[in-house]
């Protein structure tokens, strides 16, 4: 499985983005899927995970009711979204796709296959 990140960029506080995560490979729909993100200085932290079937989606607290995690398994397309709405400057970091052939997890170390990162840089 291979994962490419896209759609950041640099956006003012309140804005959205949509980033994409196109992934290539085998079996793809059977893999659970995440977001996460790096800021400078920091660790990588968990943002939001969504279930290889599409019925069970989960968020930091941090960006709950404002990141909608999404998947696109439909005709070969094998897309993951994240759809962030009110960002905030410190939602500013790399996001990161990953893919989890067994774990349904918030866990770093559980994650397969990671995408090359996407910048968020959120201005205020």
């Known amino acids: 499985v291979q994962l490419q990140a896209s759609g950041g960029g640099l956006v003012q506080a309140g804005d959205s983005l949509r980033l994409s995560c196109a992934a290539s490979g085998r079996f793809f729909n059977n893999y659970h899927m995440g977001w996460f993100r790096q800021a400078p200085g920091k660790e990588r932290e968990f943002v939001a995970r969504i279930s290889w079937s599409d019925t069970r989606t989960d968020y930091a607290d941090s960006v709950k009711g404002r990141f909608t995690i999404s998947r696109d398994n439909a005709n070969a397309k094998y897309m993951v979204y994240l759809q962030m709405n009110s960002l905030k400057p410190e939602d500013t970091a790399v996001y990161y796709c990953?893919?989890?052939?067994?774990?349904?997890?918030?866990?770093?170390?559980?994650?397969?296959?990671w995408g090359q990162g996407t910048q968020v840089t959120v201005s205020s």
């Open positions: 990953a893919a989890s052939s067994l774990y349904y997890t918030s866990r770093i170390d559980r994650y397969d296959y």
